[in-house]
């Protein structure tokens, strides 16, 4: 069974361009998270879909992050335009909510230069 | 909200020894609390979790302890190896929702 995927490994980008991450969750699973970790501190929370709807997104930094769900299935998170702040690993995790276990992508390196 | 306070940060243990990571959490409601594994270029792999109903759990050489009352949780790992050196982050979590994370530690064993 395939993990969670995300593309691309690593983006550099300069400052007030646009740059779109994504996430393949593992099939079946309805819940979908983004989660940043920024210049090696704490992995922080994003935001969480259930299927295709917006669970919680209180930890988006901003309105520049735009995220989407389409079908239910993949996930694709927009930074328009990134800012030097916006640098770091995002990560997507999945898990199916009754059983609690969360796997995560290797995650994406967005680096605004 | 909720706050995770991990340590230490950094973590250097000789082959065969243990090593111990500490987290404490803020909120009394959080009731999951799992640890994930960081290796280089990878993403976090959970290696344990633990559920608010019990106090301590055990997989191998990994066993994780919870204290309620005391809002805190800990990481043993016996008889380190150097496969075992990585980025390791604990989480607290209300019902599976939103994880907290603590800052990390990064564990380095010495052959």
């Known amino acids: 069974e395939a993990g969670v995927t995300q593309f691309p490994s690593h983006s550099v980008i300069e400052k007030g361009q646009t740059v779109t991450l994504r996430c393949d969750p593992i099939s079946g699973h309805d819940n979908l998270y983004w989660y940043r970790r920024v210049m090696g501190k704490e992995i922080k929370f994003l935001l969480h879909?259930?299927?295709?709807?917006?669970?919680?997104e209180s930890g988006m930094p901003n309105n520049r992050f735009l995220a989407e769900r389409t079908g239910g299935t993949y996930s694709t998170l927009k930074v328009q335009p990134a800012e030097l702040e916006d640098s770091g690993v995002y990560f997507c995790?999945?898990?199916?909510?009754?059983?609690?276990?969360?796997?995560f992508g290797q995650g994406t390196r967005l680096t605004v230069v | 909200g909720e706050n995770v306070e991990q340590h230490p940060s950094t973590l250097s243990v000789q082959e065969g020894d243990s090593a111990v990571i500490k987290c404490t959490y803020s909120?009394?409601?959080?009731?999951?609390f799992p640890w994930y594994k960081q290796e280089l270029g990878k993403g976090p792999q959970l290696i344990i979790d633990?559920?608010?109903?019990?106090g301590e759990k055990k997989d191998q050489r990994i066993a994780v302890t919870l204290n309620k009352t005391a809002k805190h949780f800990s990481l043993h790992i016996t008889e380190t190896q150097p496969e075992d050196s990585a980025v390791y982050f604990c989480?607290?979590?209300?019902?599976?929702?939103?994880?907290?994370f603590g800052s990390g530690t990064k564990l380095n064993v010495k052959p």
């Open positions: 633990i559920r608010s109903n019990v």
């Open positions: 909120d009394s409601a959080s009731n999951y």
């Open positions: 989480a607290a979590s209300v019902n599976f929702n939103k994880f907290y």
């Open positions: 879909f259930v299927k295709e709807s917006k669970q919680d």
């Open positions: 995790a999945s898990s199916q909510d009754s059983r609690g276990w969360a796997f």
